[in-house]
């Protein structure tokens, strides 16, 4: 991963490659929220709503061809964050809330730990499981 301090990498290419494009949508949002025009703004959070979705369904495919035991709770953490986005994104579009920069860096926060938390345990079944370890 590309992303110095952030170097989350999880030697599952797809993943690291997804990974390192969400991240710089959040940087990229973190840096728009004080100052861009509000239809990059708006873009921004269209592409993280959009890119989450596919990233979250590539991951939920790793983990049901490899029978993740706890793919029911790594699941649900995707559909709340996607729930969080698609929020702001729809109150954004009718003008009624403003994504500010610590909602950006939440996210940024979010997206990190759950890396750290929930994909570093995926991928470490997921090796095991390819190469036939117990």
Avoid: C, N
Avoid at 23 to 48: M, S
Avoid at 79 to 99: C, N, S, T, W
Wanted: overall charge negative.
């Amino acid at each position: 991963m590309g992303r110095g301090s952030e170097d989350v990498g999880l030697g599952v290419q797809e993943i690291d490659t997804e990974h390192d494009l969400l991240l710089g949508v959040v940087h990229a949002l973190e840096r728009a929220v004080d100052a861009a025009p509000r239809a990059q703004v708006e873009a921004l959070l269209q592409q993280l709503s959009e890119l989450s979705r596919v990233h979250f369904a590539t991951e939920e495919i790793l983990m049901r061809l490899h029978s993740y035991p706890d793919f029911a709770g790594h699941q649900l953490e995707h559909a709340r964050l996607v729930d969080q986005i698609e929020q702001v994104r729809a109150e954004f579009a009718k003008g009624r809330v403003q994504p500010t920069r610590p909602f950006a860096s939440a996210l940024h926060h979010w997206f990190a730990e759950h890396i750290r938390s929930h994909d570093v345990p995926v991928a470490r079944f997921v090796r095991e499981a390819g190469s036939g370890s117990p």
